[in-house]
C-alpha cells in the first residue's frame, strides 16, 4: 500500500528517530508530531448488536466494559419519562443475546435509599471488574446542573458493585456531584464527580471511603481517568492562574495520587493538547487503554496521546510506590486534531487502535475512521469505519464513544446515539481484519 503521507522531510524523520526512548522495556517513539500516514481501503468488519429495548431508551455514552468470561456490559441511559433510569445489560458473545440485569431507580428503591422524585438517567462510566467477582460502575443524573459549573445536579450520583455469579446490585456510596467516571486498580475503586474533579475512594476489603478535590475551572469534566495496576491514580486538574498584565490563564495537568490519596507528582501538560475551544465544552481524557506491562496509554479530547508509565511489576514482593512517568507522545492521528475516544490493543505491547472521528480540525472530513498505530515506527494506518449498507452520512453524524471493551474473540466494542439506530442507543461490534 502506497504512503500517502509521510514525516514531511528526510530530515525531520531523521530527527524524529533520534527522539526514540525506552519505557517499560519496549521502544517508544517520542516525537510530539503527527505519525506518518497510510491509508488503507479495507477497514474493520463492523456489525450491529441487538438492544432490548425500554422506554426512554436513549444512548450510551461510553458505558462499557467487560467481565473474566469475556461477556460484554453496557449501560443505556434514558430520557423523556417521567423517571428517567438508566438500565444495565450483559450481552453475551457466544449467544448473540443483551439481558437487561437492572435499572437505577429500582435499584435504589430495592436498597432504601430512593429519595422522593429522584432520577439517575445515566450510567455514564466504565463498567469495571474488581475483587471478589463484583463489577463496579455509578450512575449519575443532569437535572437542576448548571453548564458553567456554578451548580451541582440536583440528585448527585451513586456508586455500586454487581456480583456476577448472582447479578445482586450493593449500593456502596451516594455523593452530591455527579459520578461520571470509575476505574479500578489493586483492591481499590475510584469514582470521578463533577463538578470540581471529585475524586472519592472506595476500598473493596474495608468498605472505607475517602475523597480529594483535585481540581478544575468551569464546567469542565473529563470523561475518563486513569488507575493503574498498583491502585495509584491519574486524574486530570486545571487551574486558572492570573498573570502580571492580570490576564487569566487556565493550565492543565495529571495528578497522580498513591491508593491512600497522598498527591506524589503533578506533570503539566499543553492546554492546547487538551483544550478544544473551551474548558466548558471540552471532555478532557477520552480514550484510554492498558497495555500487557501495566502502563496505560490516554487520548484528549483533540486527540493528543499520552503514556503513564509507572515502575515495572515486580515479580515477587512489594510494589514500587514511586511516581510514575507521564509521556507526552503525539497527535494521535495523521491529520493532528481528531476526536479519538475509543482506544484498543491487539497485542498489549506495540500495538494501539482506536476510532477517530475527524471532526476537529479546519476542513476535516467528518468520516469516521479506524486508525492502527505503531507505536515503535510511529506510523498510522488510516482505514475506513463502516457498517454494510448504512449510508456513510448516517454512520458520520452518529456519536461513538467506548474505550478498551472487549470480548474473548478479541471482538472491540464502541458504543452510542445516532440515525444508523433510529436516534436511539447504538452498540456495535469491531473486527479488526486480519493482516
Known amino acids: 500500500m ?111 435509599v430512593l429519595r422522593p422524585g429522584e432520577h439517575q438517567a445515566k450510567i455514564h462510566s466504565r463498567i469495571v471488574q474488581g475483587p471478589d467477582n463484583y463489577l463496579y460502575f455509578s450512575s449519575m443524573d443532569e437535572e437542576g446542573e448548571s453548564d458553567d459549573g456554578s451548580r451541582l445536579p440536583t440528585w448527585g450520583g451513586h456508586l455500586w458493585r454487581m456480583k456476577i455469579d448472582t447479578y445482586r446490585w450493593e449500593h456502596l456510596l451516594a455523593v452530591p456531584e455527579a459520578l461520571i467516571a470509575v476505574a479500578g486498580g489493586g483492591r481499590f475503586v475510584y469514582a470521578l464527580g463533577y463538578f470540581g474533579h471529585v475524586l472519592y475512594r472506595f476500598d473493596t476489603k474495608t468498605a472505607e471511603v475517602k475523597q480529594v478535590r483535585v481540581g478544575s475551572v468551569e464546567g469542565h469534566v473529563s470523561r475518563n481517568f486513569v488507575a493503574d495496576y498498583r491502585g495509584h491514580v491519574y486524574v486530570p486538574r486545571l487551574r486558572a492562574d492570573t498573570t502580571t498584565l492580570d490576564r487569566r490563564v487556565v493550565r492543565a495537568s495529571i495528578v497522580e495520587f498513591s491508593s491512600d490519596l ?43 496521546l499520552y503514556h503513564i508509565v509507572p515502575p515495572a511489576k515486580g515479580s515477587a514482593g512489594a510494589a514500587d510506590e514511586s511516581a510514575a512517568a507521564v509521556v507526552s507522545v503525539g497527535w494521535f492521528h495523521p491529520d493532528g486534531r481528531t476526536y479519538v475516544a475509543s482506544l484498543f490493543t491487539n497485542d498489549g505491547a506495540g500495538t494501539l487502535l482506536g476510532l477517530a472521528h475527524n471532526n476537529l480540525a479546519e476542513g476535516s472530513s467528518g468520516a469516521y475512521q479506524w486508525l492502527t498505530f505503531d507505536l515503535q515506527s510511529g506510523t498510522c494506518r488510516v482505514a475506513p469505519f463502516a457498517m454494510a449498507g448504512v449510508e456513510p452520512s448516517l454512520m458520520s453524524s452518529s456519536l461513538l464513544y467506548g474505550s478498551t471493551t472487549r470480548d474473548a474473540l478479541g471482538q472491540h466494542y464502541v458504543v452510542g446515539i445516532g440515525p444508523i439506530a433510529g436516534n436511539g442507543p447504538v452498540v456495535l461490534r469491531v473486527e479488526p481484519r486480519k493482516r
Open 2 to 112: 502506497p504512503v500517502v503521507k509521510t514525516l514531511a522531510t528526510a530530515a525531520t524523520a531523521l530527527s524524529a528517530l533520534a527522539s526514540i526512548v525506552a519505557l517499560s522495556g519496549q521502544t517508544l517513539l517520542v516525537t510530539g508530531k503527527r505519525p506518518a500516514r497510510f491509508i488503507e481501503s479495507i477497514g474493520p468488519r463492523v456489525t450491529a448488536v441487538p438492544i432490548p429495548a425500554f422506554a426512554g431508551a436513549h444512548a450510551i455514552w461510553g458505558a462499557t466494559g467487560q467481565d473474566s468470561q469475556g461477556h460484554i456490559w453496557f449501560g443505556v441511559t434514558a430520557g423523556g419519562s417521567p423517571v428517567p433510569s438508566a438500565h444495565l445489560f450483559e450481552y453475551d458473545p457466544d449467544a448473540g443475546r443483551s439481558i437487561d440485569r437492572g435499572n437505577v431507580v429500582e435499584q435504589l428503591k430495592a436498597a432504601g
Open 262 to 304: 497522598k498527591e506524589l507528582h503533578d506533570t503539566p501538560i499543553e492546554y492546547e493538547h487538551y483544550i478544544d475551544r473551551n474548558p466548558t465544552e471540552s471532555h478532557g481524557v477520552t480514550g484510554l487503554q492498558e497495555m500487557a506491562d501495566g502502563s496505560w496509554f490516554f487520548t484528549t479530547h483533540v486527540g493528543f
